[in-house]
């Protein structure tokens, strides 16, 4: 049990930083409107493969492993569908 919340929460902190990794990168450019729709696809398709490859793992057991790819995703969604909203709204 308390490996598979350390494996969570270490899923939403690395997909924090890989978000502000790359949306740091996008603002350095001088087309933020278009690389902020890549980020959010990346987001998008992060969330869709962790996703995926979370429910393998959990069919195999792995609890940890598929907290982990489940939590993921979770803020790099977020933040991506906020700076989208601001970016377009």
Known sequence: MRATIVAGLGGVIIGHMLWLTAISLA???????????????????????GGLLGRMFYGRKALAKAAFLWCLPISPLLFSISVLAVTYL
């Open 27 to 49: 603002t350095k450019t001088t087309t933020v409107n278009a690389w902020v729709l890549v980020v959010a696809a990346a987001a998008f398709g992060l969330a869709v493969a």
